[in-house]
């Protein structure tokens, strides 16, 4: 991470947790649900299947921005569809970046050419070695793996949500992860039970056993973005949630952590690690700060 960018983050953080503030750093924006897949486990694609328009997704930024927003996520659906009157995802992380966030990410599913440059990391979704993962997200493995080979640049950071699927195949992601090429690192997140979904949820002992091999393979130096020190309490779901310095806006509306705020008993059952990650952070957790400290730097 460049200095450019740590220091305000610091003094976010700091202050965050002296004078106990609730407001957000971390800003998501979907810019469509839209998707050219039906992965087993999402249930947010193709639901309007509707591209937001430019005016209301800058609307979107500068609103978050002026809130103090200054981490970026662009979501979907799939974002590398998301289109407006010849502008592109591209625009809008160039955008983003002149509007003064201080980092601009994007999460897709990686089928369409990764070509980003501009973003300080591009998530892309991979959920398990070539079976497992084609078990979930339909025949896709192998262009995947060929558009992070032919990525415009080292900014990739493989995205896997373990599930009932997959959940023995982390080490499959880690290996691609750690091959000379794109990939920065690799960042997951546990299966989280929204409705229709739950059948892939993973009990509190296959959590552990997960967490347990993530654990070990940071030990044995796999890149990996995520904290050590926050696996007991994503485990045993005891992080506090909502995460207040997360938010996320869609066509127009916004919500403080995730969309699935809305969703009954969900936030009991998160699997999303950022949630637990930056919640734990800003709660003033010691253990996590450090370690978050040393990630970062290492990996972003
Ligand atoms: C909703 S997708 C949107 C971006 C893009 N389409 C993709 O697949 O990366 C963002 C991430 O959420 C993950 N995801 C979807 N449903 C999930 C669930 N029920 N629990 C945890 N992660 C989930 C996906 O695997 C993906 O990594
Ligand atoms: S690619 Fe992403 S948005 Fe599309 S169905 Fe899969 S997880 Fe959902
Ligand atoms: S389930 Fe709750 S805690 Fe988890 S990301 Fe969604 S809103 Fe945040």
Excluded at 19 to 34: A, H
Excluded at 192 to 201: N, V
Aim: overall charge negative.
């Amino acid at each position: 991470m460049k200095l450019r960018s740590l220091v305000p983050l610091s003094y976010f953080g700091i202050t965050t947790i002296l004078f106990n503030r609730k407001d957000p750093l971390v800003g998501s924006i979907i810019l469509t649900d839209k998707c050219n897949l039906a992965c087993k486990h999402c249930a947010v694609s193709n639901i309007t299947s509707i591209l937001y328009p430019h005016p209301q997704i800058k609307a979107e930024m500068q609103k978050m921005y002026a809130e103090g927003v200054r981490i970026l996520f662009f979501y979907g659906g799939e974002p590398f569809l998301w289109r407006d009157h010849g502008l592109t995802l591209r625009d809008l992380v160039i955008e983003a970046k002149q509007l003064g966030f201080l980092l601009v990410n994007v999460v897709t599913n990686g089928t369409i050419r990764v070509d980003l440059p501009e973003a300080d990391l591009v998530m892309v979704s991979l959920d398990g070695g070539r079976e497992k993962h084609n078990e979930i997200r339909g025949d896709t493995y192998d262009t995947i793996i060929g558009n992070i080979q032919s990525a415009s640049a080292k900014n990739v950071c493989l995205y896997m949500a373990i599930n009932q699927i997959n959940k023995g195949e982390m080490e499959e992601v880690c290996e691609v992860a750690k091959q000379p090429g794109n990939v920065k690192a690799v960042s997951f997140n546990f299966h989280t039970p929204y409705p229709g979904t739950e059948r892939l949820k993973l009990s509190r002992e296959e959590k552990q056993d997960c967490a347990d091999r993530i654990a070990r393979l940071i030990d044995e130096g796999y890149p990996i973005l995520n904290l050590k020190s926050a696996l007991p309490y994503i485990v045993n779901n005891t992080f506090p949630t909502p995460c207040n310095q997360c938010v996320v806006m869609e066509n127009g509306q916004q919500w403080v952590c995730g969309r699935c705020i809305d969703i009954e008993g969900l936030c009991e059952e998160c699997g999303f690690f950022f949630a637990a990650e930056f919640a734990l952070l800003f709660s003033g957790n010691a253990r996590v700060m450090l370690d978050m400290f040393k990630t970062y730097m290492k990996y972003i």
